[in-house]
């Protein structure tokens, strides 16, 4: 049986922890800064004030700053929902 994990009021398969680290993603044509809020095994909450036009299911790639140590990994990821300044993506 798996476990869930509450976040936010919001019940995840994977454990969220907050990050709070300064990122970048990619669309298919441009490059954006960003904040990544909080992580998780399977997604991110991604925070921007310049905020494409990025909409649901649209793929992006993020590059995403070690915690520890330097150096950055790029994960290619699918946009799940998208508002308010901030969407959440799902790890592809």
């Known amino acids: ?31 954006f800064p960003a904040t990544l809020k909080n992580i998780s095994m399977g997604g991110a909450l991604v925070g921007t004030t310049s905020i494409p036009k990025i909409k649901t299911g649209a793929k992006i790639i993020i590059t995403i700053p070690f915690a520890n140590r330097p150096g950055c990994m790029k994960r290619k990821a699918l946009v799940m929902w998208a508002e308010n300044n901030q969407f959440g993506i799902q790890f592809i």
């Open 1 to 31: 049986m798996e476990t869930a994990y509450d976040f936010d009021g919001y019940r995840r398969l994977n454990e969220r922890k907050n990050y709070r680290k300064e990122v970048s993603f990619s669309t298919e044509s441009m490059i």
